[in-house]
């Protein structure tokens, strides 16, 4: 496909490349030929691991530092010419707990990266990973990329604030940028030792080691599972179509209980249990119901839709950490990291 045939040889950025959806990504551009660079600050109790890029790490360029750093964002876009800017954190929780920190990750720094391309490498592309949180409780199902934005908690205002910097930084200055509004990517190398990032990793941690699986009220709300081959999918488009530029695509797939993915799971691992509990209030004050998104813009733009369904991705990554789970369920330790500067 051209698409893929675009990246033989290309000069490619991955910030936040040592987290869950970054290192599957350079993974997939090691193997079509990509000459790829990594940037990740190692910010503590996010998705970053150096098992996620163990076996590319010979063959990349491997940058430790911060893009809020005009130094190192400048050092890291020169020269690239594609930026897929993952960088950041993904937890609501801690985003309540440390609005500062969210807003450094997931704003401030965001500006500083589009500041290094504009004055240093004008002419990459940029693509960035949004949210589906940045839409908030539903006013319709599936949500599309008309509806409005009203975020219910720091991440997600931030989420789109980094957003809307990539957009203007299109309608004022003319970069290549363009954003994915992603939904619950799930797969291998996801983060597992928390829960503060998402239930399904949380969900395949339980299941793995046995235990019980808490799902609150019936169990009924609906989310839509992308899997990360798909997501990944989705940015190589992105970054390599012009149709994308300047603008916002969702990713979704068919919706799916909460109760129905905690059931698969268990089978799937041949371990651990669902129980269902009733609403603790204050999340039952929280609680969204169902939400899915709408792929139909991109879809239409670029091609793409979701092609794996939930049983089969869900087994790929049970399998991966009934392996691999061992390293995953402790502090990742950066003693073996080394930057590399080819």
């Not at 916002?248 to 268990?266: K, R, S, T």
Request: glycine letters at 8%; hydrophobic letters at 40%; proline letters at 7%.
């Amino acid at each position: 496909m051209a698409y893929l045939r675009h990246y033989r040889q290309l000069p490619v950025l991955i910030t936040g490349g040592l987290g869950f959806i970054g290192s599957n990504l350079a993974h997939r551009l090691v193997g079509l030929g990509a000459r790829v660079t990594l940037v990740d600050n190692l910010l503590p109790d996010t998705g970053w691991h150096p098992a996620n890029i163990a076996d590319i790490q010979p063959v990349v360029r491997l940058i430790l530092g911060d893009i809020g750093d005009p130094e190192v964002a400048q050092a890291a876009v020169r020269d690239q010419a594609v930026i897929f800017n993952l960088a950041g954190s993904v937890s609501h929780i801690d985003s309540m707990r440390n609005p500062l920190m969210d807003l450094e990750a997931n704003a401030r720094a965001h500006l500083v990266l589009l500041e290094a391309v504009r004055q240093v490498n004008p002419d990459a592309v940029v693509v960035y990973a949004g949210t589906r949180q940045q839409y908030g409780a539903p006013q319709y199902l599936p949500v599309d990329e008309a509806h409005r934005n009203l975020p219910n908690d720091i991440n997600g205002i931030n989420k789109l604030a980094g957003e809307w910097y990539h957009r203007i930084y299109y309608r004022a200055y003319g970069i290549q940028t363009c954003s994915l509004r992603l939904t619950n990517t799930y797969g291998p190398r996801q983060l597992i030792r928390h829960p503060r990032q998402g239930f399904i990793g949380w969900f395949v941690r339980q299941a793995i080691l046995g235990e019980t699986i808490t799902v609150y009220g019936d169990g009924q709300q609906r989310r839509d599972m992308v899997e990360i081959s798909d997501v990944v999918d989705a940015f190589l488009r992105a970054g390599a179509m012009p149709e994308a530029w300047g603008h916002v695509f969702n990713l979704g797939h068919d919706p799916v209980p909460l109760l129905e993915i905690a059931q698969m799971c268990v089978e799937l691992a041949g371990r651990g249990q669902v129980s269902l509990v009733p609403w603790p209030e204050e999340r039952k004050r929280i609680d969204i119901g169902d939400v899915y998104c709408s792929y139909e813009r991109i879809r239409q733009t670029l091609g793409w839709e979701p092609k794996t369904p939930l049983r089969p991705g869900l087994q790929r990554m049970i399998d991966f950490y009934q392996r691999y789970g061992d390293s995953y369920l402790t502090p990742p330790e950066a003693k073996n990291l080394q930057p590399n500067p080819r």
